[in-house]
């Protein structure tokens, strides 16, 4: 009997390993030269491929999805994020943060502004091309055009890119060194895993998330208004004209940002059709406040039967509906208003001026951990 239990203990460690080693086996990681920055660094791309044949491709400059093919409801693949073909139009000014990574701090502070121990720092006023007195982004020259040095991994969740960086004290006007470490994992169930990792030596503010605009009929294919979205929100920030929160929480029950139940996205938008919002541009406060992974949003584009769910361990999540968009994209392909959506699972805008918000704030004893899932799956 004990012979027979070792046996059949043998047979499946065996298959375990041989199926681990299969689906390692399975997965590719390719790094290809991209091209050179404006001063000369030269560039390169990583092609993830998981054991499905879904793929991703990133750069490492900005840490930009560049190209993300998941099936359709056919099965054949379809590329859902928007995006450029070429370095120099992702370095050039009109790029609206297509796929990139952005900090130290997506989204807005107001005056550029804030505190921490006594201390005042000022940081550049760059929202709007400095038509709003806000920062929005990280500063000028946030993580979106920064080049990060990049290890490819093969795990056993499927093929994995690690993105390092270090931020220098006073860089863009924020305190201390950050020491930042991204990871994007294709997984084998079709999901980009994005892992958010940073340490500081002095106090500072952080607020990471990836600023990818997604349109699952296909990128370059037509607005996103039929795309039908669920966000796990009772409530939101509501914000002044300058885009900066009032402090309020704010029940969406009754306004067209209730989005509890699937809705389409066209539906109601015409409610925020006028400037500054021209579309969607909210934040959310998600229902999970755990600091887990939970559901945060659930998209579904008719057409293509492709879903897009929304896991992540932050209390926000900023729905842009790409309302400005008016630019030539890949291929050639043009990009107007609302050819794609970016949900930005992220802390709330200004939390660093608002003592009720949950805490931006990171100190050098911890270590800033935050995890968000886009998965995609077929209806
Ligand atoms: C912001 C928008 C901004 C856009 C820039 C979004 O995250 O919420 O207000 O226009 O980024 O691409």
Known sequence: MKRLVVGVVLVLSVLVSCAFAASLKDMVIEKSFYGFTKDGTP??????????GAMVKIINYGGIVTELWVPDKNGLLRDVVLG???????????????????????????????TIDGVTYQLACNDAGGA???????????FQDVVWKAIPMKTPEGPALRLKYLSHDGEEGFPGNLDVTVTYTLTNDNALKIEYVATTDKPTVINLTNHAYFNLEGEGSGDILNHELMIAADNYTPVDNNLIPTGEIAPVAGTPLDFREPRK????????????????????????????????ARVKAPGSGIVMEVYTTQPGVQLYTGNWLDLKGKGGKYYGQYAGF??????YPDSPNHP?????????????????IYKFLTE
């Open 84 to 114: 450029f073909d070429t370095l120099a139009e992702f370095e050039g000014p009109n790029d609206p943060y297509f796929g990139c990574i952005v900090g130290r701090y997506a989204n807005r502070i107001a005056q550029g502004r804030f």
């Open 43 to 52: 560039i390169d791309q990583y092609t993830l491929v998981n054991a499905n």
């Open 265 to 296: 996205i066209g539906e109601r938008i015409q409610a925020f059709a006028e400037p500054p919002f021209k579309g969607y541009d909210h934040n959310f406060v998600l229902n999970n406040q755990t600091g887990e992974l939970a559901l945060a």
């Open 132 to 142: 709003r007195p806000n920062m929005l982004h990280g500063g000028v020259k946030g």
């Open 356 to 372: 009720n918000f949950p805490s931006t704030l990171l100190s050098p004893k911890e270590v800033y951990k935050q995890v968000t």
């Open 342 to 347: 970016c949900l930005e699972t992220q802390h």
